[in-house]
């Protein structure tokens, strides 16, 4: 199994700021995503890295990924209020159908 | 359309009784999760099935047993519920193994 711990745990910034949140992992993956939860609804799945890329884009978001420190970071550039919500990283093991155990995620605010 | 949809939205009821969650996809994907979100965000894998075939059974209480009709439909049956039980259950599918998964809105199961 691998699970992903973010961090921070929690993360207040103004409308326009950027907000950048960490995930580390233990073991060896095949890809590590992004996931983001509003209040009240289901994960929603924002992008998938894979273990041979180092960056990639989508929009407002920049993940990072350093296999060496086992360690991706996301990045949201001109956050709007409407980025609120928590974030959670998935790290998927090179190993089929290994379960994947979702961290605590960050928790962001973005305040108008 | 909604691709992964969960009924029922809320639940109550009282300690002791049975009660079953339903979850169809509607994306054509070959996997489907149960997941349970206790009240400090954490996500929990409970199972995964693969054409209805049970690939991942974590530990959790046989009280709870999935049933998958088809590759379309995963839902949970509960019994005997208890206070414990209480939290946010989520559906999921994803197209094979190590994809990104879709999401249901949840169930949110409160034990009185």
């Known amino acids: 199994s691998q699970q992903g711990e973010e961090d921070p745990q929690a993360l207040s910034i103004q409308e326009g700021e950027n907000a950048t949140m960490n995930c580390s992992y233990k073991?060896?993956?095949?890809?590590l995503q992004w996931y983001r939860q509003n209040s009240g609804r289901g994960l929603v799945h924002l992008i998938l890295?894979?273990?041979?890329?180092r960056e990639k884009h989508s929009g407002r978001l920049r993940v990072t990924l350093d296999t060496s420190k086992k360690s991706s970071s996301l990045l949201i550039t001109a956050s709007r209020a409407a980025d609120t919500a928590s974030y959670f990283c998935?790290?998927?093991?090179?190993?089929?159908?290994?379960?994947?155990?979702f961290g605590p995620g960050t928790s962001l605010s973005v305040i108008p | 359309d909604t691709a992964v949809s969960q009924t029922p939205k809320y639940l109550v009821t009282q300690m002791g009784n049975d009660k079953s969650i339903k979850c169809e996809q509607n994306?054509?994907?070959?996997?489907m999760y149960w997941y349970k979100q206790d009240s400090k965000k954490f996500l929990k894998i409970m199972f995964s099935?693969?054409?209805?075939?049970?690939?991942i059974n974590e530990t959790v209480p046989n009280r709870f047993s999935p049933k998958s009709p088809d590759k379309a439909h995963l839902n949970l049956h509960i019994n005997s519920l208890e206070l414990g039980d209480s939290a946010v259950y989520f559906c999921?599918?994803?197209?094979?193994?190590?994809?990104?998964?879709?999401f249901g809105d949840g169930t949110r199961l409160s034990i009185l």
């Open positions: 994306l054509g994907h070959d996997t």
């Open positions: 099935y693969n054409n209805k075939e049970l690939i």
């Open positions: 998935a790290p998927i093991s090179e190993t089929s159908y290994d379960k994947v155990i």
């Open positions: 073991t060896s993956i095949n890809n």
């Open positions: 890295i894979r273990s041979n890329e």
């Open positions: 999921a599918s994803s197209q094979g193994d190590n994809q990104p998964q879709h």
